[in-house]
C-alpha cells in the first residue's frame, strides 16, 4: 500500500445504519441532496459516520452522482451496504427504500452482536488454557527432576510422560499443525475457494447452523424487500448476492439471477442450488403459485430466524458449559501429571 494511502475503515452495520438513516432525511428534504447532507453532517457527533457523510458531501459538491459515490469502496462503506444503497437511489421512492435498509442494517447488527456475545465466554476460557498450556509447557515441566526420581526407583506415571514429550515435541507439532491449518485455509480463499470454506463452516456443530440461518434470514429478507419495491427479480438476486457474507449463498443466488434472466420462476432457478432447505423452498413454490411471492419471502425469513434463534439458544447453554467443563478437564490432568511424581517420591522417603 502507499505511504500516501490510508486504509479504509468500514463501518460496522449499526454505524451504517445511522448513515442510512441520515441519508433517508436528506431525502426527504426539499433542499439539493448535496446541501440538506452538509446541514445533518455539520450536526453530527464526531465518529465514523460523520467523516463518511462528509465525504459524500465533498464528491456530491465536486459534481458526482450518488450511484459514483457508492461504487467508490473508498466510502468506509461494506459493499452489502453500497449495493443496498444503489438499489435505493434508483428506485423511485429511495426514502422508503433507505427506511427498510436501516431496519435490515439494525437486525443484522442485533444478529451479530448476539453471536459474538454467545462466543466470547468460550474465547477467553480458550485464551486462559492457552497460556495455562504454555506456563506448564515452558516453566513447571523443564523443573521435573527425572534423574531423582528414578534414583529412588519410582517410575513415572504414563500421565507425565505423555507431558514431557509433550512439553519436548509434542508442542511444537501442534504449532506446527496450526500454522500448516492456517496456510491451507489462507492459500484455499486466496485462490477463491471460499465458498468451499463456508460449507466447511456449516457442519460445526451449533456454530454452523446458527450462522447458515442467519445467512439464510438476510437473503431472504433483502430479496423480500427490494421486490417490494418494485425491483426486478433478476436484478434483486444479484443485488442480494452482493450484500451476503456467505459466499455459498452468492454463488447460489447468482445462479438463480441467470436462470430467472432465462424464464424461469424462482423456485425452479434455486431448487439445485442447494441454497435453503426443503421447507423454504416449498414456501417460494406456494408463494409464486399465489402471486404472492414478496410476503412468501418475508414469512420464510422470519422463520429461518426463527432457526437461528433457536441454535443460538442451545450455543448459549452448550457451548460454555461444554468448553468449561474441558478447560477444567484438561487444567486437571496438567497438574496431576505435573505433581505425581513429586507426590509419588514423598510416598516413597515416607515409606
Keep these: 500500500m502507499p505511504k500516501n494511502q490510508k486504509r479504509t475503515i468500514v463501518l460496522s452495520a449499526s454505524d451504517s445504519a445511522l448513515v442510512v438513516a441520515q441519508l433517508a432525511e436528506a431525502t426527504h428534504s426539499d433542499l439539493p441532496l448535496s446541501q440538506s447532507l452538509q446541514v445533518i453532517a455539520e450536526e453530527f457527533p464526531r465518529g465514523k459516520p460523520k467523516r463518511v457523510l462528509a465525504a459524500m458531501v465533498e464528491r456530491l459538491v465536486a459534481g458526482r452522482t450518488m450511484t459514483e459515490i457508492l461504487a467508490d469502496p473508498s466510502m468506509g462503506l461494506s459493499n452489502e451496504v453500497r449495493a443496498l444503497l444503489a438499489a435505493a437511489f434508483r428506485s423511485t421512492e429511495p426514502r422508503t427504500v433507505l427506511a427498510d435498509v436501516r431496519e435490515f442494517l439494525l437486525e443484522t447488527a442485533q444478529r451479530r452482536l448476539r453471536f459474538w456475545q454467545t462466543m466470547a465466554y468460550p474465547c477467553v476460557l480458550f485464551v486462559f488454557a492457552a497460556a495455562f498450556l504454555m506456563f506448564t509447557v515452558f516453566y513447571v515441566v523443564p523443573g521435573i527432576s527425572v534423574s531423582m526420581?528414578?534414583?529412588?526407583?519410582?517410575?513415572?506415571?504414563?500421565?507425565?510422560?505423555?507431558?514431557?514429550?509433550?512439553?519436548?515435541?509434542?508442542?511444537?507439532?501442534?504449532?506446527?499443525?496450526?500454522?500448516?491449518?492456517?496456510?491451507?485455509?489462507?492459500?484455499?480463499?486466496?485462490?477463491?475457494?471460499?465458498?468451499?470454506?463456508?460449507?466447511?463452516?456449516?457442519?460445526?456443530?451449533?456454530?454452523?447452523?446458527?450462522?447458515?440461518?442467519?445467512?439464510?434470514?438476510?437473503?431472504?429478507?433483502?430479496?423480500?424487500?427490494?421486490?417490494?419495491?418494485?425491483?426486478?427479480?433478476?436484478?434483486?438476486?444479484?443485488?442480494?448476492?452482493?450484500?451476503?457474507?456467505?459466499?455459498?449463498?452468492?454463488?447460489?443466488?447468482?445462479?438463480?439471477?441467470?436462470?430467472?434472466?432465462?424464464?424461469?420462476?424462482?423456485?425452479?432457478?434455486?431448487?439445485?442450488?442447494?441454497?435453503?432447505?426443503?421447507?423454504?423452498?416449498?414456501?417460494?413454490?406456494?408463494?409464486?403459485?399465489?402471486?404472492?411471492?414478496?410476503?412468501?419471502?418475508?414469512?420464510?425469513?422470519?422463520?429461518?430466524?426463527?432457526?437461528?434463534?433457536?441454535?443460538?439458544?442451545?450455543?448459549?447453554?452448550?457451548v460454555p458449559a461444554a468448553t468449561f467443563l474441558f478447560v477444567v478437564w484438561i487444567a486437571n490432568v496438567m497438574m496431576a501429571s505435573t505433581f505425581a511424581p513429586l507426590i509419588s517420591l514423598i510416598n516413597a522417603l515416607s515409606g
Design 149 to 318: 526420581v528414578e534414583d529412588f526407583g519410582i517410575e513415572l506415571p504414563a500421565a507425565t510422560k505423555f507431558l514431557m514429550w509433550f512439553a519436548d515435541w509434542g508442542i511444537w507439532i501442534l504449532l506446527g499443525g496450526v500454522v500448516v491449518a492456517l496456510v491451507v485455509v489462507a492459500t484455499v480463499a486466496a485462490a477463491g475457494g471460499r465458498r468451499w470454506l463456508h460449507r466447511l463452516r456449516r457442519v460445526v456443530p451449533f456454530v454452523g447452523p446458527t450462522m447458515r440461518y442467519d445467512a439464510q434470514t438476510g437473503v431472504l429478507r433483502v430479496l423480500a424487500m427490494l421486490l417490494r419495491h418494485q425491483v426486478p427479480l433478476g436484478e434483486a438476486l444479484r443485488l442480494t448476492a452482493e450484500t451476503s457474507r456467505d459466499q455459498s449463498l452468492r454463488y447460489s443466488c447468482n445462479i438463480a439471477a441467470r436462470r430467472v434472466d432465462a424464464g424461469k420462476p424462482l423456485s425452479k432457478a434455486m431448487e439445485d442450488t442447494n441454497c435453503f432447505p426443503g421447507q423454504i423452498m416449498r414456501m417460494i413454490e406456494w408463494g409464486e403459485s399465489r402471486s404472492q411471492l414478496k410476503e412468501s419471502l418475508r414469512t420464510a425469513s422470519d422463520l429461518c430466524s426463527q432457526y437461528a434463534q433457536l441454535y443460538s439458544q442451545w450455543l448459549r447453554v452448550a
